[in-house]
């Protein structure tokens, strides 16, 4: 299939608020071997893309340097060596960069199809939140049917997904928000309890839900903040996963004994790090265990705006604002 050579991208004049954000003109990509190049039809918008822009989150060697981490589209060019899929196929992705563009070369072993009944809106909130939920929940944190999970920020676009994910596999779910709307949205979602942070302890409320025993799993995008208070609202054996240092990154006024005397685990990952064959894996067991869900209309993705990509400024912006409940997405 015959594409031009330039496309419009959203580029960034220089680090910093959402304002430097524009379209700009830039050649198409081309897939190098083991790539795929989609011509997007939509990009999701996440945390690390703001990071991207503040100047604090830059791309590995050898990615895009434009921001964006997932799309969904068509393939129209594939790239030595692929033969997982043919030009035509709609497909979803997990991108090294690249994301807010007519056109992103993807890895193959990043791609997955569209779920039966999605469009490209729905397929682009997939990628970067069900993977990263699914390799720090399920992998690192080893969330099994019966146990209880904490998951903070439960109506962002990652919670949500935790939130459903948890339950279908038959774990108790809690989760905390900043509203006692979005306490109500993760309820609606699934979650046993929605703690409002904003006015009441997490832990103590942790505390009454369990009896005193906490949770087995903390799913926790906070960090620092929340880190003593994780450790004291785990179960013997409990696992804390961290993703994310919204409220900083050096801890304090953890009592060591408790993770010694309890056996707890702190752990955590971040996607774009990790290697191809890591993202190729994670890719291969969500399209076993979960895309299933999904093509039967489970587990689904909930969607706060589209907005169009000249309005990526926009969008960033709501973002960081958190009133949001859901994903923000970019109509390409």
């Keep these: 299939m015959p594409f031009p050579d330039k496309m419009s991208f959203v580029a960034a004049t220089a680090a910093g ?55 969904a589209g068509e393939a129209i060019a594939l790239g030595e060596g692929v033969d997982t899929v043919v030009i035509g196929d709609r497909l979803c992705a997990l991108a090294n960069g690249g994301g807010y563009a007519e056109y992103c070369t993807v890895p193959a072993g990043q791609a997955l199809r569209f779920p039966r009944g999605f469009d490209a809106i729905r397929a682009a909130a997939l990628p970067e939140t069900y993977f990263t939920v699914w390799a720090n929940l399920f992998q690192i944190g080893r969330l099994a049917a019966g146990e ?4 903070h920020g439960g109506s962002s676009g990652i919670g949500v997904t935790a939130i459903k994910l948890a339950k279908a596999i038959g774990a108790t779910v809690y989760a905390t928000a900043g509203s006692d709307t979005k306490c109500d949205a993760c309820l609606s979602f699934g979650a046993d309890a929605a703690i409002n942070y904003r006015t009441s302890s997490f832990e103590a409320e942790i505390a009454k839900l369990t009896g005193k025993n906490g949770v087995d799993v903390i799913l926790d995008m906070v960090g620092a903040d929340y880190a003593a208070a994780n450790v004291r609202s785990l179960s013997r054996g409990g696992r804390l996963v961290i993703i994310g240092f919204m409220g ?12 010694v005397s309890r056996r707890l685990t702190i752990t955590g990952s971040t996607m774009r790090p ?44 709501l973002m960081e604002s958190s009133d949001h409940i859901g994903k923000i997405i970019l109509r390409v």
């Design 17 to 71: 608020g959402p304002e430097v954000l524009h379209l700009e003109q830039g050649p198409v990509p081309r897939p190098a071997p083991g790539e795929i190049l989609l011509r997007v039809e939509a990009a999701g918008v996440n945390r690390p893309d703001v990071q991207q822009r503040r100047g604090v989150y830059p791309p590995p060697p050898g990615a895009s340097p434009i921001i964006g981490l997932e799309v």
């Design 148 to 151: 209880r999970v904490l998951i």
């Design 248 to 259: 900083g990154r050096i801890a304090n006024e953890i009592d060591l004994t408790q993770i």
């Design 274 to 317: 990790r290697t191809a064959d890591d993202k190729a894996t994670i890719a291969r067991e969500l399209l076993d265990r979960v895309w299933p869900q999904l093509d039967a209309g489970q587990c689904t993705p909930e969607i706060h705006h589209v907005f169009s990509m000249s309005e990526a400024a926009e969008a960033h912006r």
